[in-house]
């Protein structure tokens, strides 16, 4: 070390700095709290605006618990939904930990999805199911990956902003799924791409509802996911970036082999998404997909649950209830879906008032 140069800060007090973050982001009782508070007031604005629109607020109450969780089938659906937004708030939490935005789970997914339904159309047909799906689950992985290295890359090459440049790439996911629906396969029928092979599909698990093995797959991403930001190098080197990009660097660490890394871990999951909406759940890209704002949806799943990823598991559990439990109230209140998504937007804005959804540095909090 030459005269006059900064002394390097010493690796253990950069672990002991690492892991008073990440107990500041765990999930605490004060956190459950506020996350009830902030259902309790979503509660009461939605009743408030159920009485100006002339519905009855305990029909529309008993209407999205009863979609949600009334019985095994529509269990099935919130826990179908569930896995969605697990392999999408897995996409943006990974790299929110390194504090790059991923805004582009939503066209990760897509072109997941996509290349789910080409390649699933293309198969050799005497592939046994299981292997058949585990070669489209790794393919929609690997495409999301990649689908996700284009902003890493940019970020980590020429600093390009990460949100215009993910968010970008969704657009042009988007167009390439629609360009599938209406020009490449579609179906003919209905307006949807044609549905993969019978032996693509992912098998059932639970008898009566609809659940399949994508959830299992989204429980074990989630797993796979904390174990690699808690017990491996990569996941330290990340969380150490996140802290303090300058200090990681002086420490040795490659500041934009982190943000490439991320972003194709962040694509990898949301691109899985993207596989279990097709082989676990619908069986076909559908023109309304986009409207359903899974990878959107991940952001908010994944910062309520502090960026932990065992935590995106009941965080996504919660958003799936809201998201499937609203779209019963059309049958039992007559009124639009629009209202559903209004109590789902209302909650995410709820929880940005009580400070559930925020980004918390230690340099920040010290000021």
């Known amino acids: ?86 392999a999408t708030g897995l996409a943006a939490a990974i790299p929110f930990r390194a504090q790059l935005w991923n805004v582009g789970g939503e066209g990760q997914m897509w072109f997941g999805a996509f290349c789910t339904i080409g390649i699933a159309l293309n198969l050799p047909k005497g592939l046994a199911p299981g292997l058949s799906v585990a070669i489209l689950v790794i393919a929609s992985m690997v495409a999301g990956a990649v689908w996700g290295l284009v902003p890493g890359i940019l970020k980590a090459t020429i600093n390009a902003n990460e949100v215009i440049t993910s968010l970008m790439m969704t657009f042009i996911a988007i167009e390439l799924g629609n360009w599938a629906i209406d020009g490449i396969w579609p179906q003919g029928a209905s307006n949807e791409t044609m549905s993969v092979p019978a032996n693509t599909l992912m098998p059932n698990i639970w008898s009566g509802t609809l659940v399949t093995w994508g959830l299992p797959l989204a429980l074990i991403a989630a797993i796979v996911a904390w174990a690699v930001m808690s017990r491996t190098k990569l996941g330290f080197e990340i969380r150490a970036v996140g802290l303090n990009p300058q200090t990681a660097r002086m420490n040795g660490m490659s500041v934009g082999k982190v943000a490439i890394v991320t972003f194709a871990l962040g694509g990898a999951f949301a691109g899985l998404a993207g596989s279990i909406f097709i082989l676990g759940i619908n069986g076909a890209l559908p023109a309304g997909f986009p409207l359903n704002n899974f990878g959107y949806l991940g952001i908010a799943v994944a ?37 559903g998504q209004i109590l789902v937007a209302l909650f995410v804005i709820l929880l940005l008032a009580f400070r559930l959804i925020r980004f918390s540095y230690p340099e920040v909090a010290s000021r």
Do not use: C, K, Y
């Open 303 to 339: 910062l309520v649950a502090r960026l932990s990823p065992l935590w995106i598991i009941p965080s996504a559990v919660l958003f799936a209830g809201l998201r499937v439990g609203s779209d019963g109230l059309q049958a039992s209140t007559g009124l639009s879906t629009t209202v």
């Open 1 to 86: 070390m030459t005269a006059g140069s900064p002394a390097l800060p010493p690796r253990h007090g950069l672990e002991e700095r690492l892991r008073s973050l990440t107990l500041a982001r765990g999930i605490t009782v004060w956190s459950l709290l506020r996350v009830i508070a902030a259902l309790a007031a979503t509660l009461i604005i939605f009743a408030i605006l159920l009485q100006l629109l002339g519905s009855d607020f305990g029909t529309a109450f008993n209407a999205v618990i009863d979609s949600a969780f009334g019985n095994s089938f529509n269990i099935g659906q919130t826990l179908m939904t569930a896995s969605l937004l697990i």
